[in-house]
């Protein structure tokens, strides 16, 4: 049974006499993906440098492949990316040399790796140039070619595309994901965008103010999300407090707008009482397209654009809503337009902690 | 090439560091005593007449000692021969010295010298002082309220020339008089500088004489004496004195050696000397209570 | 004033021949401060770097400790030393008042809160997270520190420079615990005092042009190195 990659038993960060990250359990096996996903000031960053033996734990221990008697030794096993890459004065080669340097590699055989990993990223080309010279793009890339120049075995990677335009974020991140898969690595991705995270992990880890409150695979977290900080982070544009009417058969989304009990999945429950839908569970017009309930009549109050069609906020009867226009629908503000929504799209909020110990 | 500049840096600090250390030995002597080093407290004005510069490497010569000349105020001087910080005395102010005397700090206070004070002004003279007494001389610089510079800074001199206002029963008051809390011969700088009157050593005077535009006014006055003393630090009372070096330096002084020495220095720069050596007599031989 | 054309003219002259009073003095002066430097900087760099980097208890402590001692009169350090060091003060058995040691002790003392001061700042104000950073890339604590003294080589340098200025300035402390002794604790500084005491200005002006002289030197060798690291070659 090989060891796993990374245990964390009982772990607490403290900053001061503040508490800023408290873990009780978290283990990863070796060669798993894990994305840690979280609001700003969560402790993710915090979570990745205890992870990488990079900071001093305030209780509880951290084990990297069943041990941790020599940090120094465990620490060199790991890399951590950065969102900006911090070098020292000097060229593209001399910093992606450097942890061979510290780790006493030096010379021709030093020298290979560090051509090897140049090679990874097409840095050839930029080797001899001083590293301050360099656009933001290639920065990251020497960023990454020096972590991976060592052959770590666990891969930290802290909002490494942040600064970067779309286009090289999607693109980095497939080649470094591909390289990942390649050697076996163990990886931590830290990522603000949630469908980044989740194209690159098979785990997903969310964090809010230091604690981890809900972990799964994807399915589980967009399924069944925790509580209502899971599921604005996954994404869910509308989360709505239900209550039950009167008669026992109308549940009140938003406390104001009757639904069909039977046309919610699971019912209505003493721990199921926040029901999250996409904007695309909503629809405006006279047409819905499946199978809907109808909400009654709603008032545009503001349109925002995006490619994939406008997202329309509304007013329907005292409950704001988000709604996606399909592209080539004419609505203006103010306008009154019917509203549906699509049962079978909602899902429901669990409290608890469910999945996250 | 950054790194021979380094090496280099580092070479000079280090040779820096050796010859410092080197720096005790020098000199070979006859007889080695057991504690070479003399630490001798004096005045700032009795060092910058250079008298000790002529008279020490002969003594250190012969005796095989080391003086540290220990120049500053003649309050401070005195100050540590009370507390057992210094082996020997030699300053100029009679009345301080018998205190010290008193209380058993020192022991074997000998006179070796004199000097006088002299008055020196613009050569115009606008308050009439010249060969005047000392007495009639002030007066008349307080009621024509010339400009008077004094050193202002406790000195011997300091001391002499408030006793002397006092001794004529006068209060200089600010305005005409400037108390300048400096040496003598930045004080006659001043002076020179604003054309007025002060009260000099006739040591100091003669060095600088020559850069001045003023001129001696009064002098002779045996009021005016400057007396120089020597005195052992109780070596009883502060085990740590050089009990031998200072006995052996107060020797010097009054040997006739060194008293020729004394009574020579200055002829040949200035024409004449600038001390009387008076090893042997007391203060009631100069005319002095 | 006549005098300061006399006393350039005196300067050049004394500098020209070589005079060996004025020679022994300047060397003195080096040797004197530029140990008391290199203490200072053998002590603050570490110090500075260690405030900069490490968090201990206490820290908050020492760190106003050295700013207390940068702005430290340096009268008074002097005077704190003479009672440490008079015969009948604790250290007086060492019998190190009136030496060339006193004063490398009392310059010690006012250089390297300064030096250790401008070390922190050269350190802080590298990017906050290069030491995280270093640690990461596998730098034992030792082998990060080095690396962060490396990048940070221009401001520590700077540091060295302002602590080799203001040893060789000192003037009250020395002469307070040296004694200003000829040709044993007499330095430039000292030596000026000296002369202007004795109104004897055209040698002072002397001393003082080459007590110019000589920090200019040592300065512009310094800088020479601190510019050196500029081009980023090693």
């Not at chain 1, 980095?172 to 992990?201: D, K, N, P, Y």
């Not at chain 1, 988000?322 to 009154?336: C, Y």
Request: hydrophobic share 50%; net charge positive; with cysteine.
């Amino acid at each position: 049974m090989m060891a796993k990659a990374v245990e964390l038993a009982g772990v607490r960060v403290a900053r001061g006499e503040r508490t800023v990250l408290a873990v009780e359990a978290l283990a990863v096996e070796q060669g798993e993906m894990v994305a840690v996903v979280g609001p700003n000031g969560a402790g993710k960053s915090t979570l990745l440098a205890a992870i990488g033996l990079l900071l001093p734990v305030a209780a509880g221990q951290v084990r990297l492949f069943g041990e941790h008697d020599d940090p120094l030794a465990l620490r060199r096993r790991c890399a951590l990316v950065l969102q900006d890459g911090l070098f020292l004065t000097g060229s593209v080669r001399q910093n992606v040399a450097l942890p061979l340097s510290l780790r006493g590699l030096r010379g021709a055989a030093a020298a290979r790796k560090v051509g090897q990993a140049l090679e990874l990223f097409n840095l050839g080309h930029l080797a001899a140039r001083p590293v301050q010279r360099l656009s933001g793009g290639e920065r990251q890339r020497v960023n990454l070619a020096r972590a991976l120049v060592t052959d770590p075995e666990i891969l930290l990677l802290d909002e490494p595309f942040s600064s970067l335009d779309k286009s090289a974020r999607t693109h980095l991140l497939q080649e470094l994901a591909a390289i990942i898969r390649q050697r076996g690595l163990t990886a931590f991705l830290v990522s603000h965008h949630f469908e980044e995270a989740a194209w690159f992990a098979e785990r997903i880890v969310m964090l809010a103010e230091g604690r981890i409150v809900q972990q799964g695979t994807l399915a589980e977290v967009v399924g069944q999300p925790l509580n209502e900080a899971v599921a604005r982070l996954v994404g869910y544009d509308n989360l709505l407090a239900c209550t039950l009417a009167a008669d026992k058969k109308t549940v009140l989304l938003g406390d104001k707008l009757p639904v069909a009990a039977a046309a919610l999945p699971d019912g209505l429950a003493a721990d199921r009482r926040i029901c999250a839908f996409g904007a695309e569970a909503v629809q405006i017009g006279l047409l819905p397209s499946s199978a809907c309930c109808a909400l009654g009549e709603g008032v545009v109050k503001k349109i925002v654009p995006g490619i994939h069609g406008a997202i329309v906020q509304l007013d329907c009867g005292g409950v704001g809503l988000k709604a996606r226009l399909s592209s080539g629908t004419r609505l203006d503000e103010g306008a009154k337009t019917p509203v549906w929504l699509q049962s079978g799209a909602l899902r429901w909020v669990y409290g608890g902690t469910k999945g996250a110990e | 090439m950054k790194q021979k500049l380094w090496a280099g840096l580092a070479a000079i600090c280090l040779a820096g560091a050796l010859l410092l250390a080197g720096c005790g030995g020098q000199g070979a002597a006859k007889t080695e005593p057991a504690n070479k080093d003399i630490i001798l407290s004096t005045t700032t004005s009795t060092r910058d007449s250079g008298l000790l510069d002529a008279l020490l490497p002969v003594f250190e010569q012969e005796s095989g000692y080391k003086v540290k000349v220990i120049a500053v105020g003649t309050g401070q001087a005195l100050k540590m021969g009370e507390q057992g910080e210094a082996d020997v005395l030699l300053v100029h102010a009679p009345e301080a010295e018998k205190k010290v005397l008193a209380t058993g700090a020192a022991v074997n206070r000998k006179l070796v010298m004199h000097n006088d004070f002299v008055f020196v002004g613009p050569k115009n003279d606008p308050s009439g002082i010249a060969k005047q007494p000392v007495d009639s001389a002030l007066r008349n610089i307080a009621q024509a309220k010339e400009t008077f510079v004094s050193r202002g800074d406790d000195s011997g001199t300091h001391k002499m020339e408030l006793a002397l206002w006092k001794k004529a029963g006068l209060q200089p008051e600010e305005g005409w008089y400037r108390s300048a809390g400096a040496g003598m011969g930045q004080t006659l700088k001043i002076a020179d500088e604003r054309q007025g009157y002060t009260l000099t050593d006739r040591a100091t005077w003669l060095a600088l004489q020559k850069n001045m535009t003023l001129t001696i006014l009064v002098e002779g006055d045996p009021s005016l004496l400057n007396i120089y003393h020597v005195m052992e630090v109780n070596s009883e009372k502060f085990t740590k004195v050089n009990k031998a070096g200072a006995q052996a330096f107060s020797k010097f002084l009054l040997s006739s050696k060194g008293q020729q020495m004394i009574a020579e220095f200055g002829k040949d720069k200035y024409g004449q000397a600038l001390f009387f050596a008076d090893g042997g007599k007391t203060e009631a031989d100069l005319g002095v209570k | 004033m006549t005098y300061i054309g006399q006393g350039l003219g005196e300067a050049v002259r004394l500098l020209l021949q070589l005079d060996p009073a004025v020679l022994k003095v300047a060397w003195l002066t080096l040797q004197v401060s530029g140990l008391a430097a290199l203490i200072s900087v053998v002590l603050g760099v570490p110090l500075g770097c260690a405030l900069a980097t490490r968090r201990f208890r206490g820290r908050g402590a020492l760190v106003s400790f050295v700013n207390v001692g940068m702005g430290m009169p340096p009268v008074v350090v002097g005077l704190l030393v003479s009672l440490l060091l008079w015969r009948y003060g604790p250290l007086g058995d060492w019998q190190l008042l009136y030496t060339p040691w006193a004063m490398v002790i009392a310059q010690v003392l006012i250089a390297a809160p300064i030096v250790a001061s401008l070390s922190f700042s050269a350190i802080v104000s590298l990017d906050e997270r290069l030491p995280l950073q270093l640690l990461a890339l596998g730098a034992s604590r030792l082998q990060a520190d080095r690396l962060l003294i490396k990048e940070a080589k221009l401001g520590l340098l700077a540091a060295v420079i302002a602590g080799f200025g203001r040893a060789v300035s000192e003037v009250g402390a020395s002469m307070m615990v040296g004694g200003n002794l000829k040709d044993e604790t007499r330095v430039l500084t000292t030596a000026t005092v000296l002369e202007v005491g004795k109104g004897n200005y055209e040698l002072a002006i002397s001393f003082g042009l080459i007590l110019l002289v000589l920090v200019y030197l040592v300065v512009a060798v310094l800088t020479v190195l601190q510019q050196a690291g500029k081009r980023g070659c090693s």
